[in-house]
């Protein structure tokens, strides 16, 4: 979680438009595409019809709990969207979970979370334009009564960045409490006299066990939790979307 309040770091330039930057979010969401393409390819090779190993048996398991998310949330008739959930809570938890490896996490920068709720956005968007056509899209803002129209137009926008908050906040407010608490630990360490330096590196003995803890809280758990949450977002608007007003 270091380094949030700094942004993501840059790792190389493109020299194109003046210089590209190219930052560590996206080569981390290079390499999980990689992984996960890599991963597929392992749990989907000579696939039977009655499974005969494990790794069938584990991608039959996330492939039909994703779908019965979908049928439950959306309806049998949204099951087609299915891969996209599939694929957008994969990314997130992955893009969460790389914390664990020391690495910065995707969902601690803001672009990301936003990047994905704005591609929900356009997907509410078209459904509602599909359903009811664009000029009862435009009427909708005007319902039940005209002078509902700036309120309506704020909801619109307040969808995207509510839900891109949502999932950004989580992780900078863990952040912050984990700022606070290893603050706290180092005091309690030196009041204590428990506190050693080797060199440049200051060791507090009252912080050892808090990294360990407070990674299965706040990368673990709430990382999976947050993703969870950000798909069944997404089908709830999307599907609500396609509802005729």
């Keep these: 979680m270091d380094g949030i309040g700094q942004g993501p770091k840059v790792v190389f330039t493109i020299p194109i438009l003046g210089g590209l930057d190219v930052t560590e979010?996206?080569?981390?969401?290079?390499?999980?595409?990689?992984?996960?393409?890599?991963?597929?390819?392992?749990?989907?090779?000579?696939?039977?019809?009655?499974?005969?190993?494990?790794?069938?048996?584990?991608?039959?398991?996330?492939?039909?709990?994703?779908?019965?998310?979908?049928?439950?949330?959306?309806?049998?008739?949204?099951?087609?969207?299915?891969?996209?959930?599939?694929?957008?809570?994969?990314?997130?938890?992955?893009?969460?979970?790389?914390?664990?490896?020391?690495?910065?996490?995707?969902?601690?920068?803001?672009?990301?979370?936003?990047?994905?709720?704005?591609?929900?956005?356009?997907?509410?968007?078209?459904?509602?334009?599909?359903?009811n056509g664009f000029g009862g899209y435009l009427k909708g803002f005007g319902q039940p009564i005209p002078l509902m129209l700036p309120l309506n137009l704020l909801s619109e926008v307040a969808t995207p960045l509510s839900m891109a908050f949502r999932m950004f906040g989580n992780v900078a407010g863990g952040a912050v409490i984990t700022g606070l608490i290893y603050g706290g630990l180092s005091f309690v360490s030196q009041a204590l006299h428990i506190s050693f330096n080797i060199g440049v590196f200051t060791i507090d003995l009252a912080q050892i066990f808090t990294p360990a803890v407070l990674s299965i809280y706040f990368d673990l758990f709430s990382g999976c939790i947050q993703a969870y949450i950000f798909a069944m977002l997404t089908m709830v608007y999307v599907s609500s979307a396609a509802e005729k007003e």
Aim: glycine letters at 4%; aromatic letters at 14%.
């Design 25 to 131: 979010t996206v080569v981390i969401g290079w390499a999980i595409i990689a992984a996960v393409w890599l991963l597929c390819l392992f749990l989907t090779k000579n696939l039977k019809r009655v499974p005969e190993k494990k790794r069938q048996v584990v991608a039959e398991i996330f492939v039909e709990f994703v779908n019965n998310t979908v049928e439950t949330t959306m309806g049998k008739q949204w099951r087609k969207f299915a891969p996209y959930i599939g694929t957008l809570l994969v990314y997130a938890v992955i893009g969460a979970l790389v914390s664990l490896l020391g690495l910065r996490s995707m969902t601690a920068d803001f672009n990301v979370t936003l990047t994905w709720a704005l591609m929900t956005f356009v997907l509410i968007t078209f459904f509602k334009i599909k359903t």
